[in-house]
């Protein structure tokens, strides 16, 4: 039902290396690619991308935009969770705002 997802960036870069090697734990590797665009894929459902903005603005987050994988179990949720947060990536405390 879902052909893609997309997630804005400011740096193309440093995202597309960040998601080549959490996603590449899912399978996943670059399907699409441009010079303001990557899109990744395991050959089976969504792709998920990120996107330099069209209109040239900063890239800003998206209020209450959530995207999930479907990794099969808690275990390889726990072990991608580490994996995110070594390469960098941040937690939102969404229970503040609760």
């Known amino acids: 039902m879902i052909g893609y997802i997309t ?3 400011n740096d193309l870069e440093r995202a ?3 998601w080549d090697e959490l996603l590449a734990d899912l399978g996943a590797k670059r ?3 441009s010079d303001r ?3 990744w894929s395991d050959g089976d459902g969504a792709m998920f991308m990120i996107i330099k903005p069209a209109d040239g603005n900063d890239a800003q987050p ?3 935009t959530m995207t999930a994988f479907d990794v099969g179990s808690n275990d ?3 072990a991608l969770y580490a ?3 070594s390469l960098g990536g941040r937690v939102e405390d969404w ?3 609760v």
């Open 37 to 39: 665009y990557v899109g």
């Open 76 to 78: 390889r949720v726990d």
């Open 16 to 18: 597309a290396t960040f």
């Open 7 to 9: 997630v804005g960036t």
């Open 83 to 85: 994996k995110a947060i």
């Open 31 to 33: 399907a699409l690619e």
């Open 95 to 97: 229970r503040a705002s």
């Open 62 to 64: 998206g209020n209450g």
